[in-house]
């Protein structure tokens, strides 16, 4: 029997679990402050997925029919590498790309933001976590001088007597962050933002809170008014800020134009919520949360920042009791954008336009600075050049046909290069469309680190020995990095990779340089930045700026267009609790399977009934991008002018068939959460559900 204590492969909770392996492999929760012994569905079947018989074991390689065929790791490699080597020869070295994914460890993402510039000297490498972080990570850069999703430690949620929480649907997402809420809504304090009657707005009932359900695409004026609200009923706190911000006045000026009654007008939320709900988060210990559901849009860093305007008038950022944060959606997250895989960072969050710090990172990669490429382009970018400036593609991390937006486009765009590697676990929908597919290891049988949504640095730890054919992307790194002759040194051991990213990241915003595996082993509280010690309140005494101040900065909303009067439909997507980003892990574990077999559209009775649509037929969700079909679920949790598709599923469920790749200026985060749709009923169609998981690979 094999055991280690380890922590869920799903979302930045990163809930403790111990795994155990005897004949079988089993969790069971593990007493930790975020969980407190708690998992959620995905958590309590994490193992099952570790023996399915869909994993990859060898790898593969596509033949001219479509079809694919076993090949040794020898030729596999030794391909792969030959397709970087002619393509950079033949088109230079941004042809050559990566894509990685905020599920790889930080060592993982470390070592592949390395390879990128140092084997390959490409400027073309982002990562999944762009669609899902950036926006909150711009605001949080430019108003406190560092993106940590939350500065706080999780716990201090607790003794909260008011949270308003922002486009995050907790109890879908990550359940066991529900107990601490419990402390607001036994006060009635909290609040909930969302066009939907989310499980989470629901927590709001029978008097814990209220659920604030404005227009899709309407949360930036939504806090405008809010942030108006607090200075004309004299709530701002003007002593905190005199003494640890810049811009209030600024701010004061932008938001007269958002009284009440205009936002009111505009988000469809009553004048006495928002009266009711400014003056609660000024009354005592408060916090404001946000997620995607206002991020994802193409104002997603100014809502974002508005958000924190409204916490930095009210004075509650970096003080005892009160906050503001957002909630980091996937696994790593908060680590895999500090370390290199975003287009323009290089480790400890550092930007790779900075001398210094591409000094200080070239010296210990010991490669000369001047050869390091510049900053690359974002992940949607990125995914337009391919099958024209990029050649050659390797994804790791990521199921982009599923994923991205305007997925039907970044399909075509595949299959428009020289060559595609992806590094997955099983054939994903990306991996289907690969020349070649590597086959990886699974969150229990590696050794690694992670960061959770608090900062904190979290030790992952193997509890069996992977199957015979699969390795890690450390040990793939390693062997194309000697295959291409590259410079430095490549490291199969995620101890002394972690060495290394510590020391490359020494100085930087996220400093890991005082942490290891084996000072993580003891069970030290490791909250970044660590070079000597930890930081769970980074902003308790003054903000990440050189003066030590918060900046605010003035934004402005612009009135999203109404739907006509013709047809259209907003169409917001989201998550199931039974299912994970793109679904490629819970599409094929059975008991989450069976949960939420397929997507299925939300809409109100109102509307349905004027299409003619009951409950449980289908539908055709469709625009000028794509069709999707679903299952209709006829419910009054949704605004009669508002749609809602999870984006979990693949083939036709695939809600991405139907966003845009529009994205914030800013950011470049896309626009997931406001398409403009129209709905039909449809056929039933043939065959499987929609988006069900492929059966076993036969090869």
């Keep these: 029997m094999s055991s280690a204590d380890t922590h869920c492969p799903y979302c930045a909770l990163q809930c403790a679990m111990t795994v155990t392996h005897t004949h079988d492999t089993t969790v069971a929760g593990r007493d930790f402050p975020t969980n407190r012994g708690g998992l959620c569905a995905k958590g309590w079947t994490s193992a099952e997925l570790l023996a399915s018989p869909q994993r990859l074991r060898m790898p593969l390689r596509k033949a001219p029919d479509g079809s694919f065929t076993e090949i040794t790791w020898d030729e596999a490699l030794d391909a792969v590498a030959a397709a970087f080597r002619d393509t950079k020869d033949t088109h230079g070295a941004d042809a050559n790309a990566i894509f990685g994914g905020g599920g790889l460890t930080n060592e993982k993402a470390y070592q592949l933001g390395k390879f990128a510039r140092v084997a390959l000297g490409t400027s073309r490498i982002d990562y999944n976590g762009r669609f899902c972080m950036s926006s909150a990570a711009a605001a949080s850069n430019r108003a406190f001088g560092m993106d940590r999703g939350l500065p706080f430690p999780v716990v201090d949620l607790d003794d909260a007597e ?280 699974q969150w229990a049988e590696e050794e690694g680190t992670m960061t959770s949504l608090e900062g904190r640095v979290l030790r992952r730890r193997r509890a069996l020995t992977p199957p015979e054919g699969a390795r890690s992307e450390l040990w793939v790194l390693s062997e194309l990095a000697r295959r291409l002759g590259a410079a430095s040194t490549w490291s199969t051991d995620p101890a002394t990779v972690f060495d290394e990213l510590a020391r490359a990241s020494a100085g930087g915003i996220a400093d890991y340089s005082g942490l290891s595996h084996a000072l993580l082993d003891t069970g030290v509280e490791a909250y970044w930045p660590f070079a000597t010690e930890s930081t769970p309140r980074p902003f308790a005494e003054r903000f990440a700026h050189a003066d030590g101040r918060a900046r605010l900065v003035p934004v402005d909303a612009t009135p999203p267009t109404p739907v006509d009067a013709g047809g259209d439909l907003t169409l917001v997507t989201g998550r199931y609790l039974q299912q994970y980003q793109s679904g490629a892990q819970t599409r094929r574990i059975a008991e989450l399977h069976d949960a939420r077999p397929e997507a299925r559209l939300e809409i109100h009775p109102a509307t349905a009934g004027g299409l003619g649509i009951r409950d449980g037929v289908f539908v055709t969700v469709a625009n000028e991008r794509g069709t999707v079909r679903a299952r209709a679920t006829v419910t009054e949790d949704i605004r009669p002018d508002t749609v809602f598709l999870p984006f979990h599923y693949a083939g036709d469920g695939c809600a991405n068939r139907l966003t845009e790749d529009a994205v914030d200026p800013t950011s470049a985060m896309p626009e997931f959460k406001r398409t403009r749709v129209r709905v039909s009923l449809a056929e039933p169609a043939a065959g499987a559900a929609a988006g069900s998981p492929k059966e076993d690979v036969h090869v």
């Design 162 to 441: 008011t949270i308003l929480l922002l486009g995050s649907n907790v109890a879908a997402t990550m359940p066991p962050f529900l107990a601490h809420l419990a402390g607001a809504r036994a006060q009635g304090g909290l609040i909930v933002v969302d066009p939907r009657r989310s499980a989470t707005a629901r927590l709001t009932e029978d008097g814990a809170g209220t659920h604030l359900q404005p227009a899709p695409g309407t949360d930036l004026p939504l806090l405008l008014g809010l942030t108006h609200l607090a200075f004309a009923e004299g709530l701002a706190d003007r002593a905190y800020l005199d003494e640890r911000t810049t811009g209030a006045d600024a701010v004061r000026r932008s938001v007269a134009q958002w009284w009440p009654e205009r936002t009111s007008a505009t988000t469809g939320v009553p004048v006495s919520l928002l009266r009711a709900t400014v003056r609660r988060l000024a009354a005592g210990r408060s916090y404001i949360l946000t997620g995607r559901g206002v991020e994802q849009h193409v104002d997603g860093t100014a809502t974002a920042t508005a958000a924190i305007n409204l916490a930095l008038v009210l004075g509650l950022v970096g003080r005892t009791g009160s906050g503001y944060g957002t909630l980091t959606g996937q696994g790593n997250g908060q680590g895999g954008r500090e370390h290199g895989q975003k287009a323009d960072q290089l480790p400890g969050y550092r930007s790779i336009r900075d001398p210094e710090a591409r000094r200080q990172v070239a010296g210990v990669w010991g490669v000369d600075p001047d050869g390091l490429p510049d900053a690359g382009i974002p992940a949607t970018a990125l995914l337009a050049e391919l099958g024209g400036p990029i050649r050659t593609l390797l994804v790791a991390g990521s199921n982009v046909v599923v994923s991205a937006p305007d997925v039907e486009a970044v399909r075509a765009r595949l299959g428009a290069l020289d060559m595609l590697v992806v590094c997955d676990f099983v054939l994903s929908e990306t991996a289907a469309l690969a020349d070649i597919v590597l086959p990886v290891l």
